[in-house]
Nanobody, 124 residues
Framework: QVQLVESGGGLVQAGDSLRVSCAAS????????MAWFRQAPGKEREFVAT???????HYADSVKGRFTISRDNVKNTVYLQMDTLKPEDTAVYYC??????????????????WGQGTQVTVSS
């Protein structure tokens, strides 16, 4: 069993930066593919980024070049650094852990464990 706790969300202005964190317990973040998803009001949950157990990273086209996912194996924590934020980035951001094959990394059904989410609001 893996427990995930997100933190670091908040209210920022367009163009600002923000880093959200996902602290894991019960297992090492290196053992899983760790991912960030987000869900805006009235919309479906969507893939944002993932860091696989190998360390390779993948991003949604909408955030590529602006967001960076990383992990700290000592702290057992995964981060999402978000730069040049836009109002359309406003959502609840969720951390997830799973072992999806490469072709399924954007499928939320492939992730076993989820955090409670942290709200990120970007004002224009």
């Amino acid at each position: 069993q893996v427990q995930l706790v997100e933190s670091g969300g908040g209210l920022v202005q367009a163009g600002d930066s923000l880093r959200v964190s996902c602290a894991a317990s019960g297992s090492s973040v290196r053992s899983y593919g760790m991912a960030w998803f987000r869900q805006a009001p009235g919309k479906e949950r969507e893939f944002v980024a993932t860091i696989r157990s190998t360390g390779t990273t993948h991003y949604a086209d909408s955030v590529k070049g602006r967001f960076t996912i990383s992990r700290d194996n000592v702290k057992n924590t995964v981060y999402l650094q978000m730069d040049t934020l836009k109002p359309e980035d406003t959502a609840v951001y969720y951390c997830a852990a799973g072992r999806p094959i490469l072709s399924a990394i954007q499928d939320s059904n492939m992730y076993y464990y989820w955090g409670q989410g942290t709200q990120v609001t970007v004002s224009s």
